[in-house]
Structure formats: C-alpha cells, structure tokens
C-alpha cells in the first residue's frame, strides 16, 4: 500500500515533519538517546576534519577524538538505567550477541592488565576494538521507544544529506582545492595525525580523493555504504536522479584509487544483485555468466600486467616508497610477518601492540588484515569471539533479506568483508559506527518492539507503579 500522506509535502519539508512526530512523544531521557545516536552518524564522515581542526585550535587532541566514544559510554549507561526501568535489562543483557560483545570486551581488557602494553596504545586500540561493537545494540534500545519504520526513514535522509556534502567536497578536491588545503584544518604528516592528501605511487601530479574522511581507503569503504543505500533506493522512484549519483560515486571510488573498496565494492553489488533475483535459473545464468567475464577479465589483466604502467601503478600501486618497497609487497610482507607472531603466541600479544593503535607506542605493527590485527591483540580466542559476533549478526540481516535495508546492509557487510582482508577496516570509526549503528536498527531481538501509543501508555503506568 502506498503512503501517500505525504504526497503534497514539499520534499524538503519531509525530514522535519518525521523529526517533529518522532520527537514529540518522547521522555527526556528518550530524546537524549535518539539525538545521540543521530549525532553520531550524522557526523561520523566529519570526524576527521572536526577534530583536526578542533585539536588544532583548543589541544587536548587524544580527548577531542575521543568524543564519540565518551558520548557512546554515557549513553550506554543512561540506556542500561532506562532498561532496568522498563524492565527490558536482562532480556538485553542475556541476548548472545552482548554477551559474545562483553566477553570480547571483557578479553581486551584482561590481556592490558596482563601483558602490560603500551598505554596509550592499548587505550587506542580498545576502543577501536570495542566501540562500533558497543553501538549496535544501541540502535535495539532506539526501537523500544521509536518505530523502525519511522527511524529509519529519518536516518536515511541524516545519512545520504551527510553523504551527498562529502560528495560534494571530494568533488571540489578533485577540480579546485590546493592539494594541502586541509592544512588548515590541522592535518599534517605524522604517524597520530591525519594527512591532508595521500599521492598515487608518490607521484604528486595524482593525488587520491579523500574528502572529509580520514584518507582515501577509509574514503572509498564509506562510498561503499552510500552506493548500496542508492542502489536500494533505485527500485522505488527518481531512478534518473539516483542514477546519475550512483555513477558520481563510482568516480569519487576510482579516483581516491582505493584497491580495497573497489573490491569491496564490487563485491558487495554483486551480493546486492544476487539477492535482488528470486528467480533460481536467472541467478544461476547470471552466476555462469559473471564467473566466465570475472575469469576472462583475470586472465587478461595477468597477461597485459607486465606491459603496462597503467595497469601496474592502479592495481599493483608498483612504485617503490621511500623503503625500496612496493605497496602490494609491503602488503604481503605485513601479512607474512603477523602470521608468524600469531604462531609464536596464539594468546596475542595485548591491545595497542598491532593495528593502528600501535600508532602510540614505539613500535607500529600494521598486519594488513583486520582478523590478523583481532588475532594478534587479542589471540585465536579473541578472533573466534570476534567472528562469532558478526556470525550471528549476519544470519539476523540473512533472515531478512528480501527486505531492502537487510538486503543492503548484508551486502556492505561482503563489502566490507573483503576489504577487512586486505585492510584495517573496521579500525576506521566513520565506517564502522555507520555500518554497525545501521545494522542495529535490523538485528535487534524478538523482544524489541516499536512500541504504539496504546503499548507506552501500558509501560509508563507499570514504570509509575
């Protein structure tokens, strides 16, 4: 049935309209939670230029990036009290997912206090760890006082108005913009700050897109949420409109010449694509099909790879850094060499010691590889945890893939997935707040229901009682 309430409504009138009927039979405490978790994805692709501009300006830069994960562990323990209220806590706290979630967290934990790494290190790497994993069961607590419905409407129009600013700053970078304008924002070159343009092969005549992110991989894997959410919104209306932002996204990903999100996003449309068809024989057609291009594709690029520079400097990033060593090489080295700790220690080696958290001690170690990252903090047991977490979290949004939010959401999560074997891409907190706060609002329980009006005058009466 189609809505057509808001058939006269001027599009741009839409989002506080919602906002307005949202908000309006909300408690205190119910509206601090929602804002909070809107400001966070609303400014999660803003992170890096607020904060760099901010430290700049006041100092105090460790606590200036650390908003979000304060804001998250203030409303995490306002939710816990507001469920203990509603007498929703121990159907929460019981759920497997949190409780795979607190033992992941209750891990890191134990291995700082015994194995004693680096401080502010291990701080990092904590809460780089743990904090989009905290976030998901954030958007379960929204639904018990917001329909999804509702939410998820509103969160759209935060996400994509987000998105299409982003867009149209990395269309600037990519015409107008000086290539160290973001200098001015307090970016610089250093192993703890961000860098205000990152060169293909080191070559400053081809600078890689970045935006508002915190460099172009992270730039590109957050192109790959966006594009998804357009391609679920391409079945509905304003295909043309849709259509022509799509193709602007996929130049924004070509040009911040990311490998990882390519293939990440690649993956994730033909995810998206196999789900979309219902019809058996088809999807086994078009499986054939795209196997025989995909093979024909890889067999004429390993024969044109040797004589091209084009091909080399795009897909293999061939030029040698300042170490003599290529990107695809450094990458292997990396991997190489983690998997050989891990087998030396398979208990890990504590928080802050690999990953970018390892940043703040005096040795980074980068496995390339965020599950290699997971098993060298945290150990084999630490990585089952991990990948018994996003299991169970991608068998909910499984269940519910014939519907479009589902559907594209379990799609980025393949995305993702494949850059993660190839980068820290959970590590970077725009991506992974996004991606899991989205998720929370279509993995919550059975328990958790968007409650009507008749449902909240029953609970407020027991909650006075």
């Not at 998250?72 to 409780?99: H, M, N, P």
Request: proline letters at 5%; glycine letters at 6%; aromatic letters at 12%.
């Amino acid at each position: 049935m189609t809505d057509t309430s808001a058939v006269h409504i001027p599009y741009i009138k839409r989002p506080f309209l919602l906002l307005k009927d949202i908000f309006t039979p909300l408690s205190f405490v119910e509206r601090f939670l929602l804002v909070s978790w809107l400001l966070v994805i609303a400014l999660m692709p803003f992170d890096a230029l607020l904060t760099s501009w901010a430290g700049s300006v006041f100092g105090h830069t460790l606590v200036v990036k650390s908003w979000k994960e304060i804001l998250i562990a203030l409303d995490t323990l306002v939710g816990s009290l507001y469920l203990y209220r509603r007498k929703l806590f121990k159907s929460f706290y019981t759920d497997k997912i949190v409780l795979l979630i607190v033992a992941y967290t209750l891990l890191n934990l134990l291995l700082w206090a015994a194995l004693h790494p680096a401080p502010k290190a291990a701080i990092a790497s904590l809460l780089m760890n743990v904090r989009y994993l905290v976030f998901l069961p954030f958007g379960w607590l929204l639904l018990t006082f917001v329909e999804r419905k509702k939410l998820a409407r509103l969160t759209l129009y935060v996400v994509l108005g987000c998105a299409v600013i982003v867009g149209l700053f990395a269309l600037l970078e990519m015409t107008v913009l000086p290539k160290n304008f973001l200098t001015h924002f307090g970016y610089g070159f250093g192993q703890t700050v961000v860098s205000p343009y990152t060169t293909l092969n080191n070559n400053q005549a081809v600078i890689r897109l970045q935006s508002t992110l915190r460099g172009p991989n992270p730039f590109g894997a957050y192109l790959v949420i966006v594009t998804l959410l357009l391609a679920m919104l391409w079945r509905k209306r304003r295909k043309f409109f849709l259509s022509v932002l799509f193709a602007v996204s996929l130049v924004l990903l070509y040009k911040s010449y990311s490998r990882s999100a390519a293939l990440g996003m690649a993956a994730a449309v033909a995810v998206y694509l196999w789900l979309s068809i219902s019809n058996q024989r088809v999807r086994q057609w078009i499986f054939g099909i795209g196997a025989v291009i995909i093979a024909a594709g890889v067999v004429a690029v390993l024969i044109l790879l040797p004589h091209s520079n084009f091909l080399q400097a795009n897909i293999l990033h061939a030029r040698k850094n300042q170490t003599n060593i290529n990107s695809t090489t450094a990458h292997f080295n990396a991997v190489t060499t983690t998997v050989k700790a891990i087998s030396h220690k398979p208990l890990g080696y504590g928080p802050g010691s690999y990953g970018p958290g390892s940043f703040y001690s005096k040795v980074p170690q980068i496995p390339e590889n965020y599950y290699l990252d997971i098993a060298a903090e945290t150990g084999v047991l630490g990585l089952l945890l991990f990948l018994a977490i996003n299991v169970l979290v991608a068998r909910r949004l499984w269940f519910q893939h014939r519907q479009l939010w589902p559907r594209a959401l379990l799609a980025v999560f393949v995305g993702m997935f494949v850059i993660n074997l190839v980068l820290e891409g959970w590590s970077d907190d725009p991506t992974a707040l996004l991606w899991w706060g989205l998720a929370g609002l279509w993995t919550a329980p059975v328990f958790v229901a968007s409650p009507n009006k008749k449902t909240r005058r029953s609970l407020n009466t027991s909650n006075r009682r």
